[in-house]
């Protein structure tokens, strides 16, 4: 097959060659939620919750309305926010040539009091903003929203409607399950060869990997098993891993050697065997190997290929469905 006809049907050849496979341990762990990415919703005031405008599961936007809830003391506070508010509207137009300096301090000091107050105890701006628009003492019933702090997906959501709940109480957690965290006790002996930054892969099982960063290395010691925990992000955009899960993982450490190894991509098996397709002049041939160590997208080869052969690295398997037909006399 010339250079010509590769390249129409997108066969791509690469030389084979010394690369450094690290070394990697191998540890159980547990996925849990990126609490870099999480915020829990909580009351600030004692108060009862009136209305759920999401649930468990539900994707939610930054700002987006949770919960409603009412409280004599928000009621109370809004009270005293409409009047000072309305001083301060009628002393700033006033002016200061009219009323007492001393008089036009109190009012704005005062109405700034009380607007942080209710600021305090859970009203956002846009709301509070609503309410001094309306201007309608009726309006100062002690409802008001708690809102999501970012986008994610509520993850719990422990409370019933009408319930009373008291201050810090957390209603919902909101997290951002698109990246994870897994988390794994290494031995401090073994913990010098990982650094932060370096590459994992995480087994969830069915041969299935996925691939993560080093992202922390605890400073502390865990006092009952005596190991450091490591923390591993990954990406978690396909929905395949949840918090709680156990898997495993294989830690890439500063420590390797080279070795002869090439893409995985470029390995296929042939009547249960691994081959590679060796080029030769403008000829293909079929090459027994034998496999070692896989690290990421690389495989070693222990036998059956040198340093400088040039391989299929793509459309390996058009090159075996080829020799497939030519083996049973289909030659088309």
């Known amino acids: ?62 700002g987006q309305k949770l919960l409603t809830l009412s409280s004599v003391s928000m009621a109370d506070a809004q009270s005293q926010l409409l009047i000072a508010d309305r001083e301060w509207q009628r002393v700033k137009k006033l002016g200061r040539t009219v009323v007492s300096g001393r008089r036009y301090i109190a009012a704005q000091v005062d109405r700034q009091q009380a607007y942080a107050k209710v600021l305090a105890y859970g009203m956002t701006r846009s709301q509070i903003n609503a309410l001094l628009k309306q201007g309608d003492a009726s309006r100062a019933s002690g409802m008001f929203d708690l809102v999501s702090f970012q986008k994610g997906t509520v993850i719990s959501d422990k409370f019933v409607l009408g319930q009373v709940v008291d201050s810090r109480q957390v209603l919902m957690e909101i997290s951002d399950e698109s990246r994870l965290w897994v988390e794994t006790q290494i031995n401090p002996k073994d913990v010098v060869n990982i650094k932060t930054g370096a590459w994992a892969r995480i087994d ?55 070795v002869i190894s090439i893409p995985k991509s470029a390995v296929t098996l042939l009547h ?61």
């Open 1 to 62: 097959m010339t250079a010509e006809q590769r390249q129409a049907r997108g066969i791509v050849t690469s030389k084979v060659g010394y690369h450094r496979l690290t070394e990697e341990i191998i540890a159980p762990a547990e996925v849990t939620i990126n609490a870099y990415r999480s915020s829990q919703v909580a009351t600030r005031i004692r108060s009862q919750i009136i209305k759920r405008h999401a649930r468990m599961g539900d994707m939610v936007k930054s």
């Open 204 to 258: 969830i099982g069915n041969n299935t990997w996925l691939k993560g960063r080093v992202v922390q290395i605890h400073r502390r010691i865990d006092e009952t098993t005596r190991t450091l925990p490591v923390r591993i992000e990954v990406n978690n955009e396909r929905g395949l891993l949840r918090p709680g899960q156990f898997v495993k993982v294989a830690l890439q450490t500063a420590r390797g050697k080279d």
């Open 272 to 332: 249960g065997e691994p081959v590679v397709f060796v080029l030769k002049g403008n000829k293909f041939s079929p090459q027994l190997v034998e496999t070692g160590e896989v690290r990421g997208d690389w495989i070693e080869i222990k036998n059956g290929l040198q340093a400088g052969n040039e391989i299929v690295s793509k459309k390996i398997f058009l090159l075996k469905s080829l020799l497939l037909k030519s083996q049973i006399g289909d030659t088309d």
